[in-house]
């Protein structure tokens, strides 16, 4: 325990509280409440106890304390990045696949996330949760789409709810007959690990659906004891977890930081699901590397993980048109490398080395 987790008992929510905890510099203030008039900020005691004051790059304070360059909105940033707004049918809803739809309860989190493509869309100030008009709309349009197979709970997070409205809402999104997934999208497990009590996980396991649950988290720090004890608590209770993780210049864009993170999901018997490219939201660019980057990160993790390790590294396509996988190649030529006999077509694959094979070996 360092002198910041004794001496915090409550989130931070104001740049001048920072200044005082000592997480940023006096001479900072002035920008920062400049930061926090356009977005949230809420560094909780956890995230708060993880963050070495000394460290100028800090890969948790690079997540969760304002910088200056959030004032800079850069060509192509755009304040709803994957067009959530053009795929919403109805207030809440999302339905950007067929088979799916992204139901967003609420507009709080247990912290602000300084990369957050929905930054301008949560926090206090927003609309902090549905209305029960709002509530009742998504639950019918969700009831009339019978290929939404899945519904992902996501926001905000969904687990800033009371176990007891969270209940009521799995219970209802269960007797839909077609739904039989719930994913919940949540930061909570690590960010404020006391939410997750045994009255939550009842909350969650619903009769007639299965529960997922999602952990959004970016550094293998963030899986504290507390942490890795709140997901035990989910997993031991039969719901099955995945992660997702944001690729962060200076977080985890180097590939022991990306290993450590891989091995500790899986430590915590959590798949590695996805990684994501940095979204292009306003005032980001400072968090964000390039494709190539992350490719070469993602071959690097080939190198040293086994497959239980490896997340997919997706981007989200601007405007709206959905994830692509844009992981490394591994089959060099693909179709096209050697026909030398009739029929037959030979393939070049890069092994986990970097050295490349004939695939079949022999013509
Ligand atoms: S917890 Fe999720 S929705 Fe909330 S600020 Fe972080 S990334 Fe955004």
């Not at 999602?214 to 504290?224: F, G, M």
Request: charged share 20%; hydrophobic share 40%; with cysteine.
């Amino acid at each position: 325990m360092n002198h910041i987790e004794r001496s915090i008992a409550a989130t931070l929510r104001q740049p001048g509280e920072l200044v005082e905890h000592g997480l940023v510099p006096r001479v900072a203030l002035g920008d920062l409440e400049k930061v926090a008039a356009r977005y949230a900020v809420a560094v909780t005691p956890e995230m708060a106890a993880l963050i070495d004051p000394s460290d100028p790059d800090d890969p948790i304070a690079r997540q969760f304390i304002p910088s200056a360059a959030e004032l800079v909105t850069q060509r192509n940033e755009d304040a709803d990045p994957i067009a959530d707004h053009s795929h919403s049918p109805v207030a809440g809803i999302v339905h950007r696949y067929p088979d799916r739809v992204l139901f967003k309860l609420v507009h709080i989190c247990a912290v602000y996330c300084r990369f957050c493509f929905r930054r301008e869309m949560v926090g206090p100030g927003k609309a902090t949760a549905l209305s029960p008009a709002a509530y009742d709309s998504a639950l019918d349009y969700i009831r009339a789409h019978p290929e939404v197979w899945e519904v992902i709970l996501t926001g905000g997070d969904p687990l800033m709810l009371s176990p007891r409205r969270l209940g009521a809402i799995m219970a209802d999104l269960a007797a839909v007959d077609h739904v039989k997934i719930i994913r919940i999208h949540t930061r909570v497990p690590v960010a404020d690990p006391a939410r997750i009590t045994g009255e939550m996980v009842a909350a969650l396991r619903v009769e007639g659906a299965t529960t997922w649950v999602a952990l959004h988290a970016n550094h293998a720090r963030e899986l504290t004891d507390k942490a890795r004890a709140a997901c035990a608590v989910i997993v031991d209770a039969g719901i099955p977890m995945v992660s997702q993780s944001v690729l962060l210049r200076g977080v985890n864009d180097d590939a022991a930081a990306l290993e450590a993170l891989m091995r500790a999901f899986v430590e915590c018997r959590i798949k590695p699901y996805y990684l994501h490219h940095g979204d292009l939201a306003p005032g980001t660019a400072h968090l964000r590397t390039t494709l190539g980057h992350g490719q070469e990160l993602m071959r690097a993790l080939r190198g040293r993980v086994s497959g239980l390790c490896q997340p997919d590294y997706v981007v989200d396509i601007p405007g709206g048109h959905g994830k692509a996988p844009v992981g490394p190649n591994y089959v060099l030529d693909a179709n096209s490398f050697s026909r030398e006999q009739p029929g037959e077509t030979r393939y070049r694959i890069i092994d986990y080395c970097g050295d490349v094979h004939l695939y079949p070996p022999k013509p």
